[in-house]
């Protein structure tokens, strides 16, 4: 599916995912979409790429993935942008539409993956979230929809390198894992077809590194995130 920025009416979201690829949202942050869908914020993803080729997947086996991983995290709206897998990179033409996207869907917030990253796609991603952010307020111009500025980036973790990273806030997912879980092994293609069945197996991984997040914070499962400009919070009575 590969959405025509022009064609977006929908009341203004909450947050936006920006993906890399189908499932790096889920992998990333699954648990956290659910949970705040949950609470009656409006989210939605867009996947950059179609993730293809991989080499148990097709177009259509990473749509019909796509389809049901969406229906698990019931969210609010889904697109594709039609970059190149495997070829991504921070293009004038790719910052314009990204920012036409970020213009007509009107996310208070970004989610952007991690800024490190051994994948060039996942770090072209970012540096073109955090260019078409700018973009978005031009004036002037030729992209659809009138200038908008999301408040915020924050960055999830969905990386390919080994690293201790240390992140900025942890959220609580443990109330959402199963729909988390779901919307990963929606994915069959990705992370289970062709994987070794001995554990561990990639599914738990998965589930190990929910586990260690969530015991950083006294729960049973958590998601990080980091963060550049400065978090603000109403109340100490909102932390855990």
């Not at 705040?36 to 409006?42: K, T």
């Not at 240390?166 to 109330?175: E, M, Y």
Request: negative net charge; proline residues 7%.
């Amino acid at each position: 599916m590969i959405t025509d920025p022009r064609s977006i009416d929908i009341e203004p979201l909450d947050f936006l995912v920006i993906a890399p690829h189908p499932d790096d949202a889920e992998l990333g942050m699954g648990g956290t979409i659910a949970k705040m869908i949950d609470v009656g914020m409006r989210v939605g993803v867009l996947d950059l790429t179609s993730g293809e080729p991989t080499p148990h997947g097709s177009e259509s086996i990473r749509q019909a993935e796509t389809a049901s991983a969406t229906e698990a995290l019931r969210l609010t709206w889904r697109g594709n942008a039609g970059l190149t897998n495997r070829k991504l990179q921070a293009t004038l033409e790719a910052r314009e539409l990204l920012a036409s996207f970020f213009r007509m869907l009107r996310p208070r917030w970004l989610f952007a993956p991690y800024w490190m990253d051994a994948h060039p796609d996942h770090v072209a991603a970012t540096e073109l979230v955090e260019a078409a952010r700018f973009w978005a307020k031009l004036s002037k111009t030729d992209m659809p929809g009138d200038r908008f500025h999301p408040e915020r980036i924050y960055y999830y973790f969905c990386i390919h390198l080994r690293l201790a990273v240390q992140p900025g806030w942890i959220v609580d997912i443990s109330d959402h894992w199963d729909q988390k879980i779901a919307s990963v092994m929606a994915y069959e293609s990705q992370f289970i077809t062709g994987r070794p069945t001995e554990p561990p197996t990639m599914i738990d991984r998965v589930r190990d590194d929910a586990a260690y997040w969530g015991k950083l914070i006294n729960r049973r499962f958590g998601e990080p995130f980091a963060t550049k400009e400065p978090l603000a919070i109403d109340s100490l009575r909102d932390l855990i």
